[in-house]
């Protein structure tokens, strides 16, 4: 077998597939984006009938793979774990439908958290819609556990799912690759069955229905609840038990510190549903555990109710070795301070900052501006973002803001500023409430036609999707236009004066009209190798003597490639950074900043 | 053996980690590590914690790591929390690559650079280079003992 240098996600993509499963869907969300695209490459590579692409949200793809899993077929759905909030609603249901070909739900944590809004536990979603759930706590274990899951899903006729984390699913270790992938033709059965009957009373559930098949669903989980043992390692009368990640840090601190004889550890691989556990022989038991108290609550263990385990920040070795000083099983070592790092910004040329510095321009500091999930909630180091609650909030948040004065009485802008993605996510519902009650306020909608914070996947605006299929590309103002929205404008942010101009109009249509406004802003991400290809390319040059050293560049624009230089009070272009989009040219009270076009744009 | 490779997106801190751990593979040695890339893709920071021949997790606890492999000169003081064995390139060695090798080329160099200098690895270690790739290794170590 092979021996390879996978992420834990390559890992889950490989135990899916190789346990048959044939349709994978999902919406990107650090950490867990890179399952998909694995997925893809490896049935590329093998010549495997299936259909691997991405949905529009996550409730839409949880409601795919499950019809595909109640056809028979072995599915799966990939999301991080606010994800499975906005898949909350099939998930719950799921539960009670049952499964027929197996069905995993890939869902990924962040403790810490690293790049989300939440350190949410999904394991505690598992256990409130009562689905079983493996947790993996290496990158090997989640090849394996992908497989598992499966096959548990399968026999039980249940939904399961597999939970990582970032520390699994961007960790990387050699795994072996079993290379034996079953191509099989597929059978899929629905109204076909020889017993309809019965199961349409299943499928097309009714209240009362849905009693017996709450019954049928707690049957399952006793079921599983009796195969679910822990494993056990070392020998001490300290009990540790420990799921995920988290099991692979206290196993190593364990050895490192040379605890074998005082503590025994217990290894849980589905945390819910929990067995009975024998621990009256132990003198303390302790679950550690990231992020909530699952494992704790079932077995009514110490842990973080009553303090020993910090209730939010990753548990990392570091954290997992001043748990053990309260447990005084070590000695308290002398703490390192870690020095904060950079914080991160929009990258140099970005199509967003142009834009939203223009639209600051017209409506001002006093606007609210009401944010969303994407690279421009990075506005919010130059003042363009007030909020970020969720996907999709922006634009409700814009009603809600607007209604707010409006029932005061009160005058007040409000500008939603929302990606094309996330627009396409939950943005439009929103929307068309605003349309429906009226509602003055201005809709930013950034299209750079990529989802550009996860890594680039494609969106709806393409023709060909990320597995190579023909599709029909959908353009955000033909579904806008369908609204009958009276106000909507689309340009490109690098045309600053124009923006400036369309702008102004909307506003004073907003405030006359009194009704909602879209301007779309287009712009290729320039992180992109489309992107950056066809952007415009000037020789920018600071002219010294005109910078007044005011500082407007940086605080209200805030390009990486321009730094302010203290010792000379003026500031100086980074060339290692800049990609001479000119857009500082606009910026500029004293013109510092000038450009000469170098090279016409491509077409 | 525990190593963090530290730098800023568009440096090769990936690339370095990765031709890091496939030497390791082949030569039978277990390896597990952890990414952390900042949340803009420009300039954010990247860090690899990982662990060689031990371990189950590639996570490096503050100031236990073997070495650090810094490729940003400005993270020093945070390269620091993780152990006081700290490897860089100097400005000769990066002149040095991008005067002998092409722009793509230039990581395979550093490498070349870094294994000569350090020997915690081969030179043989990196057979599984192609060969464009292998050219420029080989200037990259044979600059070292020039
Ligand atoms: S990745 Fe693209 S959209 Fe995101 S900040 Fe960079 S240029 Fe802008
Ligand atoms: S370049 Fe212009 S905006 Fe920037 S600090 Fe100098 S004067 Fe101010
Ligand atoms: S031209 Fe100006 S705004 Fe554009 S990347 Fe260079 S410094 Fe930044």
Redesign the interface.
């Known amino acids: 077998m092979p021996r390879l240098y996978l992420s834990g996600n390559e890992a889950i993509a490989y135990g899916l597939i190789q346990a048959g499963v044939r349709l994978i869907t999902g919406y990107p969300g650090t950490p867990s984006s890179e399952i998909i695209p694995a997925a893809q490459k490896i049935v590329k590579e093998r010549e495997i009938t299936s259909f691997i692409d991405w949905a529009i949200n996550e409730k839409v793809a949880y409601e795919i793979a499950h019809s595909v899993s109640l056809a028979g077929i072995k599915s799966a759905v990939t999301m991080k774990q606010v994800g499975l909030n906005v898949a909350m609603d099939p998930f719950m249901n799921s539960a009670y439908i049952g499964t027929e070909g197996g069905m995993v739900v890939v869902s990924v944590d962040d403790p810490g958290p690293h790049s989300s809004q939440t350190e949410q536990d999904s394991r505690f979603f598992a256990m409130a819609a009562k689905i079983p759930v493996f947790d993996i706590s290496n990158v090997r274990e989640a090849y394996e556990f992908a497989r598992k899951a499966i096959s548990l899903s399968q026999e039980y006729k249940i939904p399961v799912m597999l939970r990582s984390s970032t520390r699994v699913s961007h960790g990387r270790a050699d795994v072996e690759i079993d290379e034996q992938f079953s191509i099989e033709t597929l059978h899929p059965h629905f109204k076909t069955l020889k017993d309809w009957d019965k199961k349409l009373f299943r499928y097309a559930s009714t209240p009362k229905g849905r009693l017996s098949l709450h019954k049928e669903l707690n049957e399952k989980i006793e079921k599983i609840r009796l195969t679910n043992r822990p494993s056990f390692f070392f020998s001490g009368d300290m009990l540790i038990l420990s799921s995920g990640a988290v099991f692979s840090y206290i196993y190593e601190l364990i050895e490192e510190h040379g605890l074998e004889n005082r503590v025994t550890l217990a290894k849980i691989d589905m945390p819910y549903p929990l067995g009975n556990l024998e621990v009256s022989s132990f003198k303390r038991v302790i679950t550690i555990e990231e992020t909530y108290p699952v494992i704790e609550l079932q077995l009514n263990t110490e842990g973080r109710r009553n303090g020993i385990v910090p209730s939010e920040g990753e548990l990392t070795p570091d954290v997992c070795e001043k748990i053990f000083v309260k447990l005084n099983l070590i000695e308290p070592k002398k703490t390192i301070h870690v020095p904060p790092l950079k914080r991160p910004s929009l990258c140099p040329g970005c199509g967003h900052r142009i834009g939203l510095f223009a639209v600051k321009k017209v409506f001002g500091k006093k606007a609210i501006y009401a944010g969303d999930i994407g690279c421009y909630t990075l506005a919010l180091n130059f003042g363009v973002t007030d909020t970020i609650l969720c996907m999709g909030a922006s634009i409700s948040f814009g009603f809600g803001f607007k209604k707010a004065y409006q029932l005061a009485g009160k005058d007040q802008d409000v500008v939603s500023i929302i990606g094309d993605s996330t627009f396409f996510h939950t943005g439009i519902q929103p929307l068309l409430d605003a349309v429906h009650y009226k509602i003055p306020f201005l809709t930013v909608i950034l299209d750079n036609k990529t989802v550009a914070m996860t890594g680039n996947q494609k969106t709806l605006s393409d023709n060909v999707s990320s597995s190579g299929e023909s599709v029909t590309p959908i353009e955000i103002e033909s579904v806008i236009k369908g609204l009958g929205l009276e106000f909507l404008k689309v340009l490109d942010p690098y045309d600053y004066t124009e923006s400036v101009r369309v702008l102004k109009k909307a506003r004073t249509f907003i405030r006359e009209k009194s009704l909602p406004a879209v301007v779309i802003f287009r712009h290729l991400c320039v992180n992109t190798k489309e992107g950056i290809s066809s952007n415009p390319k000037y020789s920018v040059l600071l002219k010294k003597a005109l910078c007044k050293g005011c500082k407007l560049c940086i605080l209200e624009f805030e390009c990486p490639a321009i730094h302010f230089n203290e010792k000379e009070n003026s500031v100086e272009i980074d060339y290692t950074l800049c990609i001479g989009c000119g857009c500082c040219v606009h910026v500029c009270p004293t013109k510092a900043f000038t450009m000469d076009k170098i090279e016409e744009k491509k077409e | 053996m525990k190593l963090v490779v530290l730098g800023k997106g568009g440096q090769g801190v990936i690339f370095f980690s990765?031709m890091i751990?496939?030497a390791a593979?082949k030569k039978g040695l277990?390896?597990?590590?952890?990414?952390?890339?900042?949340?803009?893709?420009?300039?954010?920071?990247v860090e690899i914690q990982m662990k060689i021949g031990e371990?189950?997790?590639?996570?490096?606890?503050?100031?236990n790591a073997d070495m650090v492999i810094l490729l940003s000169n400005d993270?020093i003081?945070?390269a620091m929390?993780f152990g006081d064995r700290i490897f860089s390139f100097t400005e000769e060695d990066i002149k040095a690559a991008l005067s002998s090798v092409s722009m793509r080329q230039v990581n395979t160099f550093l490498l070349g650079v870094f294994v000569k200098k350090t020997s915690l690895f081969k030179c043989e270690d990196f057979s599984f280079l192609d060969e464009d790739n292998k050219k420029s290794f080989i200037k990259g170590c044979e600059y070292v003992q020039s």
């Open positions: 990765r751990a496939q593979i277990s390896v597990c590590s952890t990414e952390i890339k900042g949340m803009a893709k420009k300039g954010g920071t371990g189950l997790c590639g996570l490096v606890k503050r100031g993270l003081d945070y929390t």
